[in-house]
Nanobody
Framework: QVQLVESGGGPVQAGGSLRLSCVAS????????AGWFRQGPGKERDFVAG???????YYASSVKGRFTISRDNAKNTVYLQMNSLKPEDTAVFYC?????????????????????WGQGTQVTVSS
């Protein structure tokens, strides 16, 4: 099992930046693909960004060019750098992971594909 703990959320003004961190424990994280999702009030949990176990990033169109996902396997950590934040980015952000040992560099953009989830961290962007 993998346990995920997010941090780095908080209030920020529009145009500002935040960096979210997700620390994994319990298994060899380098064999896992990871992703970030967000859920706004009254909305579904939406894909934001993902990264393959080999480090290839991919993004939702709504954040491409503003957000950057990265990973540091030595620290068992996945990051989400968020720049040019907008009020519509306000949401609880969740880190997710799935064992990709036997699936190569597959891309995962839907929540059911992920087996492990963090507790979430709130991001609030004010105008």
């Amino acid at each position: 099992q993998v346990q995920l703990v997010e941090s780095g959320g908080g209030p920020v003004q529009a145009g500002g930046s935040l960096r979210l961190s997700c620390v994994a424990s319990g298994r060899t994280f380098s064999s896992y693909a990871a992703g970030w999702f967000r859920q706004g009030p009254g909305k579904e949990r939406d894909f934001v960004a993902g990264i393959t176990k080999t480090g290839t990033p991919y993004y939702a169109s709504s954040v491409k060019g503003r957000f950057t996902i990265s990973r540091d396997n030595a620290k068992n950590t996945v990051y989400l750098q968020m720049n040019s934040l907008k009020p519509e980015d306000t949401a609880v952000f969740y880190c997710a992971a799935v064992d990709a040992t036997y699936t190569g560099s597959s891309v995962y953009t839907t929540a059911p594909r992920y087996d492990h989830w963090g507790q979430g961290t709130q991001v609030t962007v004010s105008s």
